[in-house]
């Protein structure tokens, strides 16, 4: 699936910075295939500091949890697993 990103704001706009971009994916208001791939990896990587599973990550990103899981097995951190909700 292609996306198509304008890099400009309509008419006469400026042009929209890697970190415009980064914090706009970081928020899940853009996938995360419109960053460089090293974004991405520090998008990941930020994610799974905040505690985050590759399911949540790959939701919020809209990566695959295959591609979440390669991106954080590259960087060398360990899987985060769900927590299992208390007993009522």
Same mark, same amino acid.
């Given at each position: 699936? $292609?996306?198509?990103?304008? /890099?400009?704001?309509?008419?006469?706009?400026?042009?929209?910075? +890697? !970190? @415009?971009?980064?914090? $706009?994916?970081?928020?899940?208001? #853009?996938? +995360?295939?419109?960053?460089? $791939?090293? &974004?991405?990896?520090?998008? *990941? @990587?930020?994610?799974? &500091? !905040?505690?985050? %599973? &590759? *399911?949540?990550?790959?939701?919020? /990103?809209?990566? /695959?949890?295959? %591609?979440?899981?390669?991106?954080?097995?590259? #960087?060398? #951190?360990?899987?985060?697993? +769900? !927590?299992? @909700? $208390? +007993?009522?």
């Amino acid at each position: 699936m $292609a996306i198509h990103l304008h /890099t400009t704001e309509p008419p006469g706009g400026r042009p929209i910075t +890697a !970190q @415009e971009l980064y914090n $706009a994916c970081w928020r899940g208001e #853009l996938p +995360a295939e419109v960053l460089r $791939a090293a &974004d991405r990896e520090r998008l *990941v @990587e930020d994610l799974w &500091d !905040q505690g985050w %599973t &590759d *399911v949540e990550i790959a939701t919020h /990103t809209r990566m /695959t949890t295959y %591609t979440t899981a390669r991106i954080r097995t590259r #960087l060398r #951190l360990a899987p985060h697993h +769900a !927590q299992k @909700e $208390a +007993a009522a």
